[in-house]
T-cell receptor, first 110, second 117 residues
Framework: SQQGEEDPQALSIQEGENATMNCSYK?????LQWYRQNSGRGLVHLIL?????REKHSGRLRVTLDTSKKSSSLLITASRAADTASYFC??????????FGKGTRLSVIA | GAGVSQSPSNKVTEKGKDVELRCDPI?????LYWYRQSLGQGLEFLIY????????KSGLPSDRFSAERTGGSVSTLTIQRTQQEDSAVYLC???????????????FGEGSRLTVL
């Protein structure tokens, strides 16, 4: 079953713009992770945010977590064509493996 | 090795045949996961190993699917009597640790794309 649900399913922006993707989940979590997948390739871990954290940064990535709303957002600032990929959130609810959402397909147009 | 290695990268088989997919995790990673990804979809969990044991097999779709891990390293996912609905990319991931309550960062292989004709 899928716990994380990303929104939107697809997003198309111009290079230089910011991209925001959202993830909602249903049960309490230990941590939430974001992954990136280039077409036809494996997933690459981007960032992990723990349940007691509210915001985390890594380079051009900013992740927020609101456990009261059971939601997270991933912001990519100053997007580049190379950011074109699918982005997945994954939740760790303890005693289970990571549960992945269906992903957001991001297209950055040069 | 430097990363998670999966083989074969592509497999085309006929309906009814058996297939074996192999995963070689990052050295020292105790946890190993198999996921399945159908075209344009998210990841569907199949099975998880902690060492050589599989605490969670809940995601295996049917008894045609089985997996083993030996020596705490290489894992093989076997699909017997393949069906067309088994066509998907099978992704393996490993993790440095996975306790009963916390899962760490997963490192994924490039996947094995299975096509059942």
């Amino acid at each position: 079953s899928q716990q994380g649900e990303e929104d939107p399913q697809a997003l198309s922006i111009q290079e230089g713009e910011n991209a925001t993707m959202n993830c909602s989940y249903k049960t309490s979590i230990n941590n939430l992770q974001w992954y990136r997948q280039n077409s036809g390739r494996g997933l690459v871990h981007l960032i992990l945010i723990r349940s007691n954290e509210r915001e985390k940064h890594s380079g051009r990535l900013r992740v927020t977590l609101d456990t009261s709303k059971k939601s997270s957002s991933l912001l990519i600032t100053a997007s580049r064509a190379a950011d074109t990929a699918s982005y997945f959130c994954a939740t760790d609810s303890g005693n289970t493996p990571l549960v992945f959402g269906k992903g957001t397909r991001l297209s950055v147009i040069a | 090795g430097a990363g998670v290695s999966q083989s074969p990268s592509n497999k085309v088989t006929e309906k009814g045949k058996d297939v074996e997919l192999r995963c070689d995790p990052i050295s020292g990673h105790t946890a190993l996961y198999w996921y399945r990804q159908s075209l344009g979809q998210g990841l569907e969990f199949l099975i998880y190993f902690q060492g050589n044991s599989a605490p969670d097999k809940s995601g295996l779709p049917s008894d045609r699917f089985s997996a083993e891990r030996t020596g705490g390293s290489v894992s093989t996912l076997t699909i017997q009597r393949t069906q067309q609905e088994d066509s998907a990319v099978y992704l393996c991931a490993s993790s440095l640790f996975s306790t009963t309550s916390v899962t760490g960062e997963l490192f994924f292989g490039e996947g094995s794309r299975l096509t059942v004709l």
